[in-house]
């Protein structure tokens, strides 16, 4: 456990020596990691903004998406097998499901 390797929170590399709460690898990094006015803050605080946004629209679209899917897989359950109504909501419910699948993976990627 003490040995183990940590990286520096601003420039990512091995903080090879001190004590384990150690989080930056010299005080440039701790200074620039914290300065209030940096690029690194200006960037987040712009981030922080949008994110809420940009989550209530995944949300909102996968609601939608959902919806919809429940939709085609009710049209091709109660259609004849095979029929064109049958093929239609089988190929919506795919392009559907995989749409869902990828505003899932597009939400867990957002970072914090
Ligand atoms: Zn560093």
Known sequence: MENELKSCKNCGDSIIDGRSDKIFCNDYCRYYYNNENGLRNRV???????????????????????????????????????????WDGLFKKIILSQD????????ESIPF
Request: glycine share 0%; hydrophobic share 30%.
């Open 44 to 86: 987040y605080q712009f981030f922080l903004k949008y994110k809420e946004s940009i989550v209530k629209y995944i949300d909102d679209e996968i609601k939608s998406i959902t919806a919809n899917l429940d939709t085609a897989t009710k049209k091709m359950n109660e259609a004849e097998h095979e029929s064109e109504d049958y």
């Open 100 to 107: 869902l699948k990828q505003l899932k993976k597009l939400k």
